[in-house]
C-alpha cells in the first residue's frame, strides 16, 4: 500500500485547500520543488501533485513549479490539473511525470480518456471526485448527475491504472477518510483504487490497514502530514508491511 503526499499547486506555491474552496488556501511552503525535496527525504515512494490554477482554467498554470520538482526529486510523480488533451497528456509524459491524471475530461470526453490508455499504458489514471456521491468537475465548481460508481464502471475496461476517488465534503477539513464510500467504489470495478480527501490522523492509517482495506492501492495525505497530525515514519513502515 502506497501513501501518496499531496503537493497542490496554486500561484506557485505549495497549498491545501478547505472543501475545494480557492478562496480558502492555507500555504505550506512557496518553494514546492523543496516541499518535494522535503517528502523525499522522509521516504515517500510517490508524489501527488495537483495544478489547482489549471483545474480551474482548463489548462497547465504551474507548469513552471511542476518542472521544478520533477527536476528536484527521483521518486516517480503523477500529476492531475487541467490536463484535457492527447498534447497535454504526452507532453507531460515526455518530462517525467509517471502517471498522468485525467479528471473533468473523464467525464466530458471518455474517449480521450480510452485513446490515451491505448497510447500510454500503465500511465493513465482517472480522478474521480465526488460531492453527494455525484461526479463533480471543473475544479469542483459543478456537480454532474453522475454517479461516481457509475463512471468508475465506465472505464472497467479502457486499462486505466489507477482510480482517485477524492470526498469533496470531506476534503482538507480533517474529517476522516469516507472508507465505506471508497471501498465501495473499488470492490465496484477491475481498476486499482487510491482513497483521497479527509485523512486525518493516525486512525485513519490504522482503519487502512484492515483486511477490508487491502484492494486499495493507497491513500493521499495533505494537511494531515503538513499539520504533523500523522507520524510519517511510522505511517510509511506500517504501509510498506502490507501486501
Known sequence: MILFPAIDLKDGQCVRLKLGDMAEATVFNDDPADQARSFEAQGFAWLHLVDLNGAFAGRPVNAEAVEAILDAVTIPVQLGGGIRSLAQIEAWLGKGIRRVILGTVALRDPGLVREACRLFPGRIAVGIDAKGGRVAVEGWAETSELRAIDLARSFA???VAAIIFTDIDRDGVLKGLNIESTLELARAVPI????????ASMADIHRLLEPDCRILEGAISGRAIYDGRID????????????
Open 157 to 159: 475496461d479502457a486499462g
Open 232 to 243: 510519517v515514519a511510522e505511517a510509511l513502515s506500517l504501509f510498506r508491511g502490507v501486501r
Open 192 to 199: 486499482p483504487v487510491i482513497a483521497s480527501g479527509g485523512l
